[in-house]
């Protein structure tokens, strides 16, 4: 069984300690205290996430509904932002240092999960409900969220102790991710609504595409666009801004993640953006305290100017975690398979029962002592690697728009990736324009 870590400082002292921690003026010797003083209230926080979590998973059976769980303790970089962002926030009261989150697939079985512990019964006090799908906030963030107090007289230690509920759909979870990932690589808090204004517009209004799609309240701001407008909007703005390709350019390959093989209820991630690479380490229950202590000192690195983001979470094994956490692993695939189907419901809204053709499949298979890069009807390219020959497979497939078919050593069919928006013909567009314009 796991040992979780108890307080060992008062409300006033973590108070103190977050104050401290973004004041310029204090002493590197001061920062260094606070920084354990917030190691130590962090990891604190373990123990009722991993009472929430039990009783997440107990209620979603017992609802029937499928969703995919994980649960994390926030990062220092993002309670620190926090902090600066809102000078008055007490650090002791932050909602979500602990957190747990529900991805579900529809807005029904969210409310279906809300409804239940609003209702229901529970020892735990409801601090504080926010629907953001009712009311979108500005920024394009939709989903529900749930404070609570923990509260056991078994173990008072803990009691007080804040931990946050996120409930969001599969879609909703699709766009915060692909937020979180273009803003790693340009650098800017787009979570926090902080950079270039193009990126805050497109996301803004992408959320308010994926609304129409869901059929719930629009994002502010953007009400007055009916679905035609809005979707046609998003899929110009895709293209201006080239977000499949840079999404696409930015994803971590299967052999850049690099796993310690060791089967663990803890994962510490690691990003490196730079390096396109994600290492994860595993701990079991017994070694709480050894993951705590290595987010801590990885976040030590990151402090001193190391190029990489960490988090240290639960959610399974590597696939469980890929889905839950795709940003770690700069994975946006769902993202832009919903651009590219909104990309089909502008055309099919511009011209209704107009008729769509898909260029030719591009295939990479070996020929020889080679490999080739082809697409029927296209010249076919020869290379020495396999590697190269995906490059330019994959150049091609973004030019047409269609399918990248990879196959192994023996002509087998491995790997299918999508690159595909249908077209429409040079000749249904004039046709349909013609017919639009009688």
Not at 4 to 11: A, C, M
Not at 52 to 79: D, E, H, M, W
Not at 176 to 203: C, H, M, N, Y
Request: hydrophobic fraction near 40%; charged fraction near 25%.
């Amino acid at each position: 069984m796991a040992t979780f870590p108890r307080p060992e400082y008062s409300r006033t002292q973590v108070k103190r300690a977050g104050a401290t921690l973004i004041d310029e003026t204090a002493t590197k010797e001061d920062q260094e205290a606070a920084f354990v003083v917030l190691t130590n209230w962090r990891a604190c926080h373990g123990y009722p996430v991993n009472t929430f979590q039990a009783t997440l998973r107990t209620r979603l059976k017992r609802l029937g509904l499928n969703a995919l769980v994980a649960q994390r303790l926030k990062r220092t970089p993002s309670i620190l932002g926090k902090l600066q962002r809102n000078p008055s926030m007490d650090l002791s009261r932050m909602q979500d240092i602990g957190g747990l989150r529900a991805v579900l697939p529809d807005i029904k079985a969210v409310r279906a999960l809300r409804d239940n512990y609003v209702a229901g019964t529970f020892t735990h006090e409801l601090a504080g409900t926010d629907d953001y799908i009712a009311a979108p906030k500005a920024s394009g963030y939709r989903g529900i969220h749930l404070v609570f107090k923990y509260n056991n007289p078994a173990v008072p230690e803990y009691n007080g102790l804040r931990v946050e509920l996120q409930f969001r759909t599969t879609l909703q979870h699709a766009w915060a991710t692909a937020v979180e990932t273009i803003g790693t690589f340009l650098g800017q808090a787009l979570k926090s609504s902080e950079g270039e204004d193009r990126w805050l517009d497109f996301f803004a209004l992408t959320a308010s595409a994926f609304a129409y799609l869901e059929a719930s309240p629009l994002v502010p701001g953007y009400e007055h666009m009916d679905e035609e407008s809005t979707f046609r909007e998003v899929s110009e703005r895709a293209d201006h801004l080239e977000v499949r390709e840079r999404l696409r350019a930015f994803a971590v390959a299967a052999n850049k993640i690099a796993t310690d093989n060791k089967p663990g209820n803890y994962h510490l991630i690691v990003l490196d953006s730079t390096q396109r690479t994600v290492t994860i380490k595993s701990f079991g229950k017994k070694r709480l305290d050894e993951a705590n202590a290595a987010y801590a000192e990885t976040e030590r690195r990151i402090d001193s100017g190391e190029s990489i983001q960490a988090v240290l979470v639960s959610a399974g094994n590597i696939d469980s975690l890929r889905k839950a956490y795709p940003n770690y692993f700069l994975d946006t695939k769902a993202f832009i398979s919903l651009l590219d189907r909104i990309h089909r419901r502008a055309i099919e809204k511009a011209f209704p029962g107009i008729k769509f053709y898909r260029a030719p499949d591009v295939h990479v298979f070996p020929s020889g002592s080679g490999w080739l890069a082809r697409a029927s009807g296209f010249e076919t390219k020869t290379f020495p690697t396999k590697s190269e020959a995906i490059d330019e497979g994959t150049s091609m497939a973004l030019r047409m728009r269609t399918e990248l078919l990879i196959h192994d050593t023996e002509g087998k069919l491995r790997e299918r990736r999508s690159y595909a928006v249908i077209r429409e013909s040079a000749e249904e567009t004039s046709k349909n324009q013609k017919n639009k314009k009688a």
